[in-house]
């Protein structure tokens, strides 16, 4: 979702090179002046997405249906673009743009696409100039009513439907690298090797040897470890910000943080962390699938309580959080995870079996 | 032929700022579980997003309606929303910086504050 499909830039940059065309066609045409400024930016927006759809057509000749699709609704976006004097032209730009909308999460709800930038950014774009299409402007009487009753249902109902629908695709079917939410996987090879198994093992057994005497949180207090974020979680991450700034690769002995499981007996140790010192730099993966690095992308952090949420679609966080990535990271779990002993995150029941026990 | 007697810049605002209110109204939403999972502090971020919501939708009906506070306190807001997003993209958080994240944050804002800019041709009382 926060990605550009490399078949989709195309069209991105098709919808930008059409924004100055669009507006020159617009100077051009002397009966600009008789209509108002909300028209004229709805037809820039429609050029824009009808020049988007037509430029995925080049990298969709596979896929003749969604090509031709990609072909009608470009040439109908650029045709109502510069309709708009025509008397039926409100009509017929509204009853486009939602048949676009809805057949494009048609698309996604059955799986034919899946929602990258590009898409978003095409959506907004046809959620504004349905806005603009509708709005009537001061001294217009023609369907006025009508129009108002439009606008406050239809567009606010479909920015939530094309949200959630594209959020919920997203989170439902991630791909190969966000098996995680919020979470991009280091790319490696699909099956590990008798040796990257043999290594996963020795940094799982020098980690847990490593990690033992933290056992008592008090030492781990000593050591420099500190707890971050709500301790009401089930589990906190305690980190230490020596072996942070000291940039320790993956060292057994110096972890940049421990986890801890919040019980009512107190802090119980349930793995280590490893994390790199920056974003986008993925560390020694001596395991291949089994200890691949994982970096959260996309999340919403706020420093009142140290917590997080998710960035919507829109790229917007709730006021107080600020959109962030955290550098890449690798757990190690010393209890029994059935996700496995590197595996992203703890399972739930396995921090409440140990509550309970 | 469509006709219209005035500037219809207000009403561009208004469709504007009603998208970004939809936006911070879905941001305080999707926050909403995380409370529930035991992130307290998000609950008063959830419930001042759905202000700020609440604020920019009704701005939006103020512009439309031509009163001057409204639109001074709406540039006032995209201001503040520019220079956030401005700092986001300076800083190196891994703050997200695609296309949406950049129409939303940054277009928007700036379209609402060329849109609301004095203009001779529209009277805000």
């Known amino acids: 979702m926060f990605d550009i499909s490399p078949d989709h830039a195309i069209g991105l940059y098709a919808g930008l090179a059409a924004l100055p065309v669009a507006l020159l066609a617009l100077r051009l045409r002397p009966s600009r002046r008789a209509v108002p400024g909300t028209v004229l930016g709805a037809s820039v927006l429609m050029a824009m997405a009808g020049a988007i759809h037509l430029g995925l057509v080049w990298t969709h000749l596979g896929e003749t249906i969604t090509a031709a699709l990609f072909v009608m609704n470009g040439l109908a976006y650029i045709a109502l673009s510069q309709a708009f004097t025509w008397r039926w032209w409100r009509i017929a730009s509204a009853s486009l743009i939602t048949m676009t909308l809805l057949g494009y999460l048609g698309y996604i709800i059955l799986g034919f696409d899946t929602p990258d930038q590009v898409a978003l950014a095409t959506k907004l774009i046809e959620l504004t100039a349905l806005g603009l299409v509708l709005v009537p402007v001061r001294g217009e009487q023609r369907l006025r009513r009508w129009r108002w009753g439009t606008l406050g249902v239809a567009v606010p109902f479909l920015t939530v439907l094309s949200l959630s629908v594209v959020w919920i695709d997203d989170l439902a079917r991630p791909d190969a690298e966000h098996v995680h939410a919020g979470a991009v996987l280091q790319a490696t090879n699909d099956v590990a090797t008798p040796e990257q198994v043999a290594a996963a093992q020795r940094l799982y057994d020098a980690t847990a040897t490593a990690i033992a005497p933290y056992r008592d949180w008090h030492a781990a207090w000593a050591a420099g470890f500190r707890p971050g974020g709500p301790e009401n979680m089930p589990s906190t991450h305690w980190m230490n910000q020596r072996n942070v700034d000291a940039g320790y690769v993956m060292d057994p002995r110096h972890p940049q943080g421990l986890v801890y499981a919040n019980t009512k007996h107190g802090p119980v140790l349930i793995g280590a962390m490893f994390q790199m010192q920056h974003i986008g730099q993925f560390g020694p993966d001596p395991g291949g699938p089994l200890t691949s690095w994982h970096q959260h992308e996309n999340i919403c952090f706020t420093p009142f309580g140290f917590e997080f949420s998710f960035m919507t679609p829109t790229a917007t966080c709730p006021l107080g959080a600020i959109d962030i990535s955290a550098s890449p990271m690798l757990h190690v779990w010393i209890v029994d995870n059935p996700g496995g002993r590197f595996a992203v995150d703890i399972d739930d029941k396995v921090v409440r079996r140990i509550d309970q026990g | ?125």
């Not at chain 2, 995380?34 to 103020?62: H, K, P, Q, R, S």
């Not at chain 2, 639109?71 to 958080?93: D, H, N, Q, W």
Request: charge should be positive; charged fraction near 15%.
């Open chain 2, 1 to 125: 032929m469509i006709k219209a007697d005035s500037s219809s810049k207000p009403e561009a605002a208004f469709v504007l700022l009603g998208m970004q209110s939809l936006f911070w109204f879905i941001a305080a939403i999707s926050s909403a579980p995380f409370v529930l999972a035991g992130e307290y502090a998000m609950g008063a971020l959830v419930v001042v997003t759905l202000l700020l919501a609440l604020a920019t939708c009704l701005l939006g009906i103020g512009v439309l309606w031509r009163r001057r506070k409204a639109r001074g306190f709406a540039i006032a807001l995209e201001v503040v929303c520019l220079f956030g997003a401005a700092l986001l993209l300076l800083i190196p958080i891994g703050a997200n910086h695609g296309p949406v994240s950049l129409m939303v944050n940054i277009a928007l804002p700036i379209a609402v504050i060329v849109l609301l800019r004095k203009d001779p041709r529209e009277s805000f009382s």
